[in-house]
């Protein structure tokens, strides 16, 4: 396995339910875009990788400063996050080997901790799988009966929400995506089309911050959790240590 990993960011998406001008991936977030944010987060963490910015074909909003990567290719979006993968596995056949780890992360998560980054690498650097960023599940969970009522309430021992980065191996996430799609098996994310191939994806702890943005309220909540970080970092970091 290569040192550096592949990034995989699909931005192709429109973001409708959050009601704004633009994708809310172009939305300002403390004075940048949303996706600057996160590929700072990203670059920060991995400098040395090599990057594959999924973008709709007609993406009018994009700014190329805001990648930090010297290694790196926009591939062309596609209709669904799985079908934007799969591009961009496909636009890197000819360089990637099979047992390189490829981390794909959503553009909506300005917020990831780069110690969760880090960790998740080196959790994976010797899984024969590959595995995602998790946090277990805190809240009652109720099932609802498809009419606005509550149908039973879920046990929540073993539950987890499902975070990104999620990371494996090339040969193995190609084949996933690519039969899934085959069949008609509808993914959600990298992990459950690796799940139907009969793998159990590892489960890596991580924090409960890394928020996707969604809704029009996650906005100012993310704002709130960068503000919380830098905080939290500027008490931690060395005197005469200049924050990044």
């Not at 709709?56 to 062309?76: Q, S």
Request: a negative charge; hydrophobic letters at 45%.
């Amino acid at each position: 396995m290569s040192a550096s990993p592949w990034l995989v960011v699909p931005a192709a998406g429109q973001g409708r339910r959050m009601g704004a001008d633009r994708p809310k991936q172009y939305l300002t977030l403390d004075a940048r875009p949303v996706m600057a944010h996160t590929l700072t987060r990203l670059h920060a963490a991995f400098p040395g990788a090599r990057l594959c910015l999924c973008l709709d074909p007609d993406d009018a909003w994009f700014d190329p400063d805001w990648v930090l990567f010297a290694d790196w290719r926009r591939v062309a979006g596609g209709a669904e996050r799985a079908d934007s993968v799969a591009n961009a596995l496909g636009a890197i056949a000819h360089e990637a080997r099979d047992d390189d780890l490829v981390l794909v992360h959503d553009v909506a998560r300005p917020c990831v901790a780069v110690e969760d980054l880090r960790r998740l690498m080196r959790v994976l650097a010797d899984d024969a799988v590959g595995g995602l960023l998790a946090a277990t599940v805190a809240d009652t969970m109720k099932r609802d009966d498809g009419g606005g009522r509550v149908a039973r309430t879920e046990p929540r021992a073993g539950l987890w929400h499902a975070l990104t980065p999620q990371g494996f191996r090339y040969g193995l996430l190609n084949q996933a995506l690519r039969q899934a799609m085959a069949s008609g098996v509808t993914v959600t994310d990298e992990a459950s089309a690796v799940e139907a191939l009969g793998h159990a994806p590892r489960l890596v702890p991580g924090r409960r911050d890394n928020l996707k943005i969604t809704h029009p309220e996650d906005l100012a909540l993310a704002g709130m959790i960068l503000a919380a970080q830098a905080s939290a970092h500027s008490e931690t970091a060395p005197a005469g240590v200049a924050e990044r």
